[in-house]
């Protein structure tokens, strides 16, 4: 059984930081990518940052210079795997549900199942 879940969110000042966690289990296959969205109310869910296999990073131009995704050694097929967000220098406009997202190299049922359910995130000015 897939399971992706998002930890870590939470209420924060702007300027301040906070670390996202996501781990998964039950994926058999092997894990091309590890990715994190967001999604601010009103507004379509973005990608912010992502991890390759290789552990090539990728982080949209919003969130450059001051989030760094992360995992815990290679992605292993069939064990659990953890990636991380580490996110500082927060600004309001950083509010938003952050999710993770695996990219497997073979969908063992619906590729919904490979999102986790979100964390919140809320920064104050």
């Known amino acids: 059984q897939v399971q992706v879940v998002e930890s870590g969110g939470g209420l924060v000042q702007a300027g301040g930081s906070l670390k996202l966690s996501c781990a998964t289990s039950?994926?058999?296959?092997?894990?091309?990518?590890m990715r994190w969205y967001r999604q601010a109310p009103g507004k379509e869910r973005g990608l912010v940052a992502s991890?390759?296999?290789?552990?090539?990073?990728?982080?949209?131009?919003?969130v450059k210079g001051r989030f760094t995704v992360s995992r815990d050694g290679a992605f292993r097929a069939g064990a659990k795997n953890a990636v991380y967000l580490e996110m500082n220098n927060l600004r309001p406009e950083d509010t938003a549900v952050y999710f993770c997202?695996?990219?497997?190299?073979?969908?063992?049922?619906?590729?919904?199942?490979?999102w986790g359910q979100g964390t919140q995130v809320t920064v104050s000015s």
């Open positions: 997202n695996v990219l497997p190299s073979t969908y063992d049922g619906s590729p919904d199942l490979y």
């Open positions: 991890i390759s296999s290789d552990g090539d990073t990728r982080y949209s131009d919003s």
């Open positions: 039950g994926i058999i296959a092997n894990i091309n990518k």
